[in-house]
């Protein structure tokens, strides 16, 4: 059988190709997850549908509330983007740590919210910014919460003949501290044993609203609610940072696998929020 390579000159044709295939040749932008998946034998491919010179899908644009990216952008593109350091510096922050320069300059940010791993390095980072994910088909396009675009490992709420094509960040404030976490077993080069965002407002010592966003503990990335609610509206005290801690610990349910175990996730979820919040407090 032979293998199917097309290279449309449009989004429109992308999609029309996508939708003939029937979904048995994949989008291919960046191919950093997808081509290693498919030369180990993880997966099988019929074909690809080549979008990486869609100019299209490589735009950077915001205006008066939000930020726009494209799906092919690269983490290189978003790291040197005066407007994603301007209003999302977070994201870039989270876009450094992926790989080598290597794969920075090739892996997108589509192809890292596509490949629907929990280990996803800006998938925290969209969690806590509550993005919004743009998916187009033949029919015409509709916007998708990220908190409801992934229904399980690996899984995602795409409907036939749908590809995602950008991706919708609220401006973060100013005044809101927001820091990323990753730790591994290097610094870089390395998938995450536990990821971590956290975006909180802070008025006089007080927390007005706190996201904390989770990836490499679950299935998918998580937001940790019960331990938010327990934030939000309090002073930080040394007792309230030992509270969120415990409280963190409580809530999620890692798992044991080849990067990690169980407890050490938990051990360092719960450690990180004592420093982000720790820091806020001296």
């Given amino acids: 059988m032979s293998f199917v390579y097309e290279k449309p000159k449009s989004l429109g044709e992308a999609i029309a190709a996508y939708a003939m295939h029937s979904g048995a040749c994949p989008i291919l ?4 997850d997808l081509v290693v998946q498919w030369r180990s034998g ?4 019929k074909g690809v549908i080549d979008v990486s010179s869609l100019s299209e899908l490589k735009t950077i644009s915001v205006n008066d509330d939000f930020i726009e990216i494209g799906a092919a952008a690269t983490h290189s593109e978003i790291i040197s983007s005066e ?4 209003f999302i510096p977070i994201l870039a922050t989270a876009c450094k740590t992926i790989g080598a320069i290597q794969i920075q300059n090739r892996g997108t940010i589509g192809g890292n919210i596509m490949n629907a791993s929990p280990a996803g390095d800006t998938l925290p980072v969209l969690s806590a910014c509550n993005a919004e994910l743009y998916v187009e088909n033949l029919v015409g396009g509709r916007w998708i919460s990220i908190h409801d675009f992934y229904t ?18 609220p401006k973060i404030p100013k005044d809101e501290k927001v820091r990323f976490y990753k730790i591994g077993t290097r610094r870089a080069l390395a998938i995450s044993k536990v990821a971590m965002c956290v975006r909180a407002k802070i008025d006089h010592g007080g ?10 503990v679950a299935p998918t990335v998580v937001r940790v609610k019960g331990t ?4 939000k509206g309090k002073v930080i005290t040394k007792i309230l940072i030992d509270y969120a801690r415990r409280s963190l610990e409580d809530e999620i349910h890692p798992i044991d696998d080849v990067r ?23």
């Fill in 152 to 169: 399980g490992y690996r899984k995602t709420s795409l409907r036939k003949g749908e590809i995602l094509t950008k991706i919708k960040f």
């Fill in 228 to 231: 938010e609610a327990l934030l």
């Fill in 29 to 32: 932008a960046g191919g950093t």
């Fill in 42 to 45: 993880v997966i099988k491919l």
């Fill in 207 to 216: 927390i007005e609203d706190i996201a904390i966003a989770l990836g490499s």
């Fill in 83 to 86: 407007v994603v350091n301007k």
């Fill in 260 to 282: 990690s175990t169980a407890d050490y996730r938990r051990h360092v979820c719960g450690s990180l929020i004592a420093r982000y919040l720790s820091r806020i407090l001296q």
